[in-house]
């Protein structure tokens, strides 16, 4: 059963993709969506659930916390270190790196893996919890599918490689979905996972997705597209919950 869902999230992801590859020419439409989608998901979705998983406590912070700023800091990092390696080989300055792109893609993929193990985990659970991780996953996979086209093309890489890497994360669902069939991931590691990658998210969004999206276009819509992002998330998780 476990399976079958996740081939709804499947389908779920790659229309997300559609979707952001349809819209450009409201390029600072997409860009202010997938910013609030991604806040949204980060403060409303993974964090809590990563200190729910993750409580336990490293010199009086919890390690879920401590995990986030973590993620915050190695994008940063990261990011620093592809832009002045390719400034050394005479890049001009401000040029976005698409390594970036495909390493933050990557841990969208990773996400929709984590996902899919969540969702066969709940249904080993029982049936209820089953389908409101589910309702959960297959819903928020639309904003998955839309952020990881849009991460990938935003710093420059080709149509074929953002492609790529949303078919990537359609599949990871189901990946992880199939995986429960064979082990089980334990709680703790998982939601220290969730809390790390939510800082990396956090950082793509505040730092780049959004002042790229108000930066030629500093419009109200934008705004109003960034607020709805984070407010369908909060639709998502409460109609889940």
């Known amino acids: 059963m476990a399976v079958i869902v996740a081939l709804g999230a499947f389908l779920m992801t790659l229309a997300g993709g559609w979707a952001a590859q349809r819209v450009t020419d409201r390029r600072h439409l997409v860009l202010g969506l997938a910013g609030g989608l991604m806040l949204g998901v980060v403060g409303l979705d993974l964090l809590p659930e990563a200190l729910h998983a993750a409580g336990d406590e490293v010199f009086g912070v919890p390690l879920a916390l401590l995990l986030f700023v973590g993620g915050f800091l190695v ?88 492609l790529l890497m949303l078919f990537a994360d359609a599949v990871a669902p189901v990946v992880g979905a199939a995986s429960t069939l064979l082990f089980t991931l334990p709680e703790e590691p998982l939601g220290a996972y969730l809390g790390f990658f939510g800082g990396v998210l956090l950082y793509l969004a505040s730092a780049e997705i959004l002042p790229e999206a108000h930066h030629k276009h500093p419009a109200l819509s934008t705004l109003m597209c960034t607020v709805g992002g984070v407010a369908g998330i909060w639709l998502v998780v409460g109609i889940a919950d």
């Open 75 to 162: 994008a940063h990092v990261v990011e620093r270190l592809l832009a002045v390696r390719q400034a050394a080989h005479g890049a001009e300055d401000g040029v976005r790196v698409p390594q970036v792109g495909l390493t933050a893609a990557a841990a969208m993929v990773g996400h929709s893996l984590a996902d899919g193990v969540a969702l066969g985990a709940a249904f080993q659970v029982g049936g209820g919890m089953g389908v409101a991780v589910a309702l959960a996953v297959i819903t928020h996979d639309f904003a998955d599918g839309f952020n990881t086209y849009t991460l990938t093309s935003l710093y420059g890489n080709d149509r074929r490689k953002a």
